[in-house]
């Protein structure tokens, strides 16, 4: 695949899923969305559609090792600046692996079921994160968790940037 082709894939990616995310009030699941952005790039860049979807799980796993980097980079940086512990930073790795798993159990379900098992989940982080004298923006979930968590910000919290 040529460069040109590669930077039209990539922008129709990006462009893609800005459209996805615009489009929340659309009838239409996310996954369903999402096959047919896979479906309409590669036919314009005249591809098969398993190539196009191929970039976007690239692209996302970057994305998740970057996340991942930056959240051990913040709590390495609250051990060194006191506010938590080596421990704590180790339980919440751990604790931050684990919920990404249950985050991805929910891809499934209907925005009403995911909406009842995010409210769920939320409230069994809180709880682990009293039982562990955490902060609960250390947890890693500070940033989109759920509806009143966007913008990296719990009520009455500041994130770790």
Known sequence: MNLGKKVLLTTAAVVGGAVM???TAAAQEPSEQLAQIVERIAAKLNM??????SVL???HSEKQTEMQTRLEERLTQAVTDG???EVQKQAI???HAEMQTKMEA?????????????????EEMKIWAEENDIDFPFIGFGRGFHMGMKMGHW????IIN
């Open 21 to 23: 995310v615009s489009q």
């Open 155 to 158: 009520p009455g919290k500041d």
């Open 83 to 85: 506010k938590i512990t």
């Open 48 to 53: 098969q559609p398993s190539q196009v979807q």
């Open 106 to 122: 929910l891809r499934g379900l209907t925005p009403e079921e995911r909406k009842t098992e995010m409210e769920k989940i939320h």
């Open 57 to 59: 799980d690239e692209m």
């Open 93 to 95: 790795l751990s604790k």
